[in-house]
């Protein structure tokens, strides 16, 4: 089967009522996406690209490493100061209640319920070195350094990480998100049953194997 790309805007404009939302909060922030891969282009090319870059064009190397370092490092001290390795970066405290409800119950009933809060906090540790957190959350630090903005997903098998220009948010005036839209490259065989039959009820992108919705 042939594989072809189709842009946001040609697929939202046939399957979904997002595209005037989306194209409406990319045009109001042209001017953050500008700033920040000019800031990019200094740093680290690679966080924040050009439109309708593909992974097949080269990126603008930088006359100096000293910006790549600079964001480096401090990505690197902020991951370490967040996710330690080997060590609890949180701690579970019983409310005062239930140690009394625990004490009651039984005798070295506060111990107990310290022991199997030390256990959970260890269960957490582990799930988190079994979903390789620190790699997206270390993108999404770099890209807070460089351009200031950062989107965290969580799915059922970790984080995902996206690049400033692959989103928009709609936030109210007290700057909490009221409406997020993202667009990525899928493969069409992912896509719900009712997006599915409608792109499969379109001969223009039928016979494609990928998309960008």
Do not use: W
């Amino acid at each position: 089967m042939a594989e072809q790309t189709f842009t946001v805007e040609e697929l939202l404009v046939k399957h979904s009522p997002s595209r005037e939302k989306f194209s409406k909060l990319d045009a109001d922030r042209t001017s953050v996406l500008d700033r920040a891969r000019e800031c990019s282009k200094l740093t680290i090319p690679s966080v924040v690209t050009d439109s309708g870059h593909t992974e097949s064009d080269d990126l603008d190397t930088p006359y100096q490493a000293v910006g790549s370092r600079l964001v480096h490092n401090l990505a690197s001290k902020l991951l370490l100061t967040l996710l330690p390795p080997n060590t609890s970066f949180f701690r579970l405290l019983p409310d005062p209640e239930v140690i009394q409800l625990a004490q009651q119950q039984q005798q070295g009933g506060k111990d107990q319920l310290e022991k199997s809060l030390v256990t959970l906090e260890q269960e957490i540790m582990k799930q988190i070195e079994r979903e390789a957190l620190r790699v997206p959350i270390f993108e999404s630090i770099k890209s807070l350094i460089i351009s200031g903005n950062a989107l965290l997903y969580k799915t059922q098998t970790g984080l995902k990480s996206y690049k400033l220009a692959n989103y928009v948010i709609s936030r109210d005036f007290s700057g909490n998100p009221i409406e997020i839209i993202c667009k990525e490259e899928v493969t069409k065989d992912i896509l719900p049953e009712d997006i599915l039959q409608q792109i499969e009820n379109d001969p223009t992108i039928q016979d494609s194997t990928r998309a960008t919705i």
